[in-house]
């Protein structure tokens, strides 16, 4: 292929990307050499997935299909003809006008890119893409067999099973990728032990986030555990009273700091020279826990775009001092967090 078209591809990718996540594409410009690429590639991929997972234009056994049909280009150290053949049936599935299909009826480009990465990146990516798609599957099979309208997850469990398919794979990837550095390479067994809860963090944020939406659509991630509790029925999402929703925050909180506090020990591993790696995960983390504050307070769920400005000035200050970043997400913990006295970690004084 020529250089002309595979210039096409990159640059494809590169104007996709905002569209499809404006937080991702903040961080993932951070990043520099081959580890953006793999990390840029690896989220489309990955966002691709979770288009054919939350499509409303497909019932769940199309969707199914899809995602197993998906996974299987991921299988067997595939040469990209293959890959190629296999994804041509997967791009015309349903009418919609929509970045995120878009990126769909372009997949074959970010295919061709992710041959142009390092082979290495790929026998990290190509298992990770397979099971979170084969995890996705697994949601939407239950789903199926439970002949519900609404398909709500059980308990807390589930909801961190769940998690783990659609973010905490994620979090598998870049801690692989990034330990491709040797000085991250050193710190790899405490990462490990934080890469999962590194990569759900947001997720769960998401879900306190879009519940109502998730709901119109067929899904509901807060558990039946709590939703009983406060006796909330899911047809009656949209008349919710104020103690019902400060219910499902109240609930929900605990776990959520939780992966915070991990999210924040990870990052402390990373060595400050490895800056560009810190501020792509320092970015997310602060407009994660920012949310989280207006989700609280009940002041709409999104940072607005000034605010996303300060913390990117900011970050460039955290990445390079543990204590900066540490001061203030524990400072928005306490005032925030844990003046709700739930029983999560919170409240421990600076994290180790």
């Avoid at 309208?149 to 990034?178: H, K, N, P, S």
């Avoid at 307070?297 to 900011?314: D, T, Y």
Wanted: aromatic letters at 10%.
């Amino acid at each position: 292929m020529n250089h002309h078209a595979r210039k096409k591809d990159w640059d494809y990718c590169l104007k996709i990307l905002p569209k499809v996540s404006r937080t991702f594409a903040l961080n993932i410009s951070r990043l520099e050499g081959d580890i953006c690429k793999a990390v840029l590639l690896g989220y489309l991929l990955f966002r691709i997935a979770d288009t054919f997972e939350d499509t409303l234009y497909q019932d769940e056994r199309e969707k199914i299909a899809h995602l197993m049909d998906f996974s299987a280009i991921f299988k067997g150290n595939k040469e990209l003809s293959q890959r190629l053949k296999l994804y041509e049936s997967l791009k015309f599935k349903w009418r919609e006008s929509s970045y995120a299909k878009d990126l769909i009826e372009n997949g074959h480009m970010v295919l061709r890119c992710y041959f142009d990465i390092p082979q290495t990146y790929r026998r990290i990516v190509d298992p990770l893409i397979v099971e979170t798609s084969e995890g996705m599957a697994r949601f939407q099979r239950r789903k199926l067999q439970s002949e519900s309208e609404i398909f709500q997850l059980t308990d807390i469990r589930e909801l961190e099973e769940y998690c783990y398919y659609v973010a905490g794979v994620v979090g598998v990837m870049l801690t692989r990728l990034f330990c491709q550095s040797k000085s991250i390479e050193e710190k790899r067994s405490e990462l490990e032990n934080l890469q999962i809860p590194f990569g759900i963090a947001l997720q769960l944020i998401n879900i306190i986030k879009d519940y109502r939406k998730d709901i119109a659509r067929g899904w509901c991630y807060i558990p039946l555990t709590i939703t009983r509790k406060y006796q909330i029925e899911l047809n009656e999402i949209g008349t919710l009273s104020i103690k019902q929703r400060q219910g499902i925050i109240k609930d929900m909180l605990p776990l959520v700091v939780t992966y915070l506090d991990s999210t924040l020990r990870y990052i402390k591993l990373l060595p400050l020279r490895e800056r560009s790696i810190r501020m792509f995960c320092v970015i997310p983390f602060i407009i994660g826990y920012r949310t989280l504050v207006k989700i609280i307070q009940m002041e709409g769920n999104k940072v607005s775009r000034q605010e996303v400005a300060c913390i990117l000035h900011k970050s460039a200050t955290y990445a390079q001092s543990n204590s900066s970043l540490e001061e203030d997400y524990l400072g928005v913990r306490k005032i925030f967090f844990d003046h709700h006295h739930f029983s999560s970690s919170c409240g421990q004084g600076p994290l180790s």
